[in-house]
Protein backbone atom coordinates (compact mmCIF):
# COMPACT_ATOMS: atom_id res chain seq x y z
CA UNK A 1 0.00 0.00 0.00
CA UNK A 2 1.60 3.56 -1.45
CA UNK A 3 0.96 6.44 1.56
CA UNK A 4 1.36 9.81 0.90
CA UNK A 5 1.45 12.04 4.07
CA UNK A 6 0.66 16.11 3.25
CA UNK A 7 1.56 19.50 5.39
CA UNK A 8 1.84 22.40 4.48
CA UNK A 9 5.65 22.73 4.46
CA UNK A 10 6.89 19.22 4.80
CA UNK A 11 9.33 20.26 7.12
CA UNK A 12 8.00 18.63 10.45
CA UNK A 13 4.13 16.68 10.27
CA UNK A 14 4.44 14.84 7.05
CA UNK A 15 8.37 13.69 7.44
CA UNK A 16 7.42 12.29 11.08
CA UNK A 17 4.89 10.54 9.54
CA UNK A 18 6.74 9.35 6.38
CA UNK A 19 9.41 8.27 8.97
CA UNK A 20 7.14 6.21 11.29
CA UNK A 21 5.48 4.26 8.47
CA UNK A 22 8.89 3.43 7.10
CA UNK A 23 10.42 2.73 10.54
CA UNK A 24 7.26 0.20 11.59
CA UNK A 25 5.70 -0.51 8.50
CA UNK A 26 8.36 -0.92 5.51
CA UNK A 27 7.25 -4.09 4.90
CA UNK A 28 3.52 -3.51 4.38
CA UNK A 29 3.74 0.13 3.23
CA UNK A 30 5.33 2.21 0.92
CA UNK A 31 5.49 5.84 2.41
CA UNK A 32 5.58 9.30 0.81
CA UNK A 33 5.38 13.07 1.87
CA UNK A 34 4.99 16.45 0.57
CA UNK A 35 3.52 19.91 1.53
CA UNK A 36 1.50 22.27 0.21
CA UNK A 37 4.51 25.08 0.62
CA UNK A 38 7.32 23.33 0.94
CA UNK A 39 10.13 24.10 3.05
CA UNK A 40 13.79 24.40 1.62
CA UNK A 41 14.56 22.01 4.17
CA UNK A 42 13.25 19.93 7.02
CA UNK A 43 13.29 21.49 10.54
CA UNK A 44 16.22 20.80 12.95
CA UNK A 45 13.53 20.32 15.39
CA UNK A 46 11.97 17.40 13.52
CA UNK A 47 15.83 16.00 13.23
CA UNK A 48 16.01 16.45 16.85
CA UNK A 49 13.12 15.08 18.22
CA UNK A 50 13.18 12.12 15.69
CA UNK A 51 16.64 11.18 16.63
CA UNK A 52 15.87 11.13 20.17
CA UNK A 53 14.14 8.22 19.71
CA UNK A 54 16.20 6.42 17.08
CA UNK A 55 14.46 7.54 13.67
CA UNK A 56 17.04 9.74 11.84
CA UNK A 57 15.29 12.09 8.89
CA UNK A 58 18.27 14.33 8.30
CA UNK A 59 18.52 12.72 4.49
CA UNK A 60 14.66 13.07 3.86
CA UNK A 61 13.35 16.08 1.96
CA UNK A 62 10.64 18.57 1.31
CA UNK A 63 8.80 18.04 -1.77
CA UNK A 64 6.05 19.67 -3.69
CA UNK A 65 2.31 18.54 -3.73
CA UNK A 66 2.45 19.15 -7.37
CA UNK A 67 5.18 16.58 -8.17
CA UNK A 68 3.56 13.81 -5.71
CA UNK A 69 0.03 14.46 -7.52
CA UNK A 70 1.65 12.86 -10.78
CA UNK A 71 2.30 9.79 -8.87
CA UNK A 72 -0.74 6.99 -8.00
CA UNK A 73 -0.79 6.50 -3.83
CA UNK A 74 -3.75 3.96 -2.10
CA UNK A 75 -4.11 6.60 0.37
CA UNK A 76 -3.56 9.91 0.99
CA UNK A 77 -3.33 11.67 4.89
CA UNK A 78 -3.80 15.39 4.68
CA UNK A 79 -2.15 16.94 7.88
CA UNK A 80 -1.93 20.22 6.51
CA UNK A 81 -5.74 21.15 8.21
CA UNK A 82 -6.10 22.95 4.58
CA UNK A 83 -8.23 20.98 1.58
CA UNK A 84 -5.74 19.56 -0.55
CA UNK A 85 -5.07 22.00 -3.96
CA UNK A 86 -4.67 19.20 -6.39
CA UNK A 87 -7.09 16.24 -7.10
CA UNK A 88 -6.19 12.47 -6.15
CA UNK A 89 -7.94 9.07 -6.76
CA UNK A 90 -6.80 8.07 -3.83
CA UNK A 91 -9.12 8.28 -0.47
CA UNK A 92 -8.02 11.33 2.05
CA UNK A 93 -8.09 10.78 5.54
CA UNK A 94 -7.62 13.78 8.00
CA UNK A 95 -5.54 14.15 10.97
CA UNK A 96 -6.52 17.19 13.28
CA UNK A 97 -2.15 17.24 14.44
CA UNK A 98 -2.05 21.15 15.30
CA UNK A 99 1.24 22.33 13.47
CA UNK A 100 4.30 22.94 15.99
CA UNK A 101 5.77 25.26 13.80
CA UNK A 102 8.06 28.15 15.61
CA UNK A 103 7.60 26.32 18.76
CA UNK A 104 9.68 24.68 21.62
CA UNK A 105 11.10 21.40 21.45
CA UNK A 106 8.47 20.03 23.78
CA UNK A 107 5.90 21.15 21.71
CA UNK A 108 7.69 19.76 18.63
CA UNK A 109 7.97 16.17 21.04
CA UNK A 110 4.18 16.41 22.06
CA UNK A 111 3.45 16.54 18.15
CA UNK A 112 6.10 14.08 17.34
CA UNK A 113 4.16 11.82 20.00
CA UNK A 114 0.68 12.33 18.36
CA UNK A 115 1.47 11.52 14.83
CA UNK A 116 3.23 8.50 15.92
CA UNK A 117 0.42 7.04 17.47
CA UNK A 118 -1.64 7.93 14.36
CA UNK A 119 0.82 6.46 12.03
CA UNK A 120 0.62 2.98 14.06
CA UNK A 121 -2.62 3.50 14.51
CA UNK A 122 -3.10 3.40 10.36
CA UNK A 123 -0.71 0.54 10.47
CA UNK A 124 -2.76 -1.50 11.96
CA UNK A 125 -5.83 -0.60 10.01
CA UNK A 126 -4.06 -1.13 7.12
CA UNK A 127 -2.13 -4.33 7.66
CA UNK A 128 -4.91 -6.32 9.35
CA UNK A 129 -7.83 -5.71 6.54
Given at each position: ????????????????????????????????????????????????????I?????????????????????????????????P??????????????????????????????????????????
Open positions: MKILFVCIGNAIRSQMAEAFARSYGSDQVIPASCGLHPAMTIDPKTVAVMSDGIDVKDQFSKPIQLMAKMEFDLIVNISGHPLPVFQAPVRKWDIPDPVGKSEEEFRKTRDLIQKFTLQLLDEVTNK
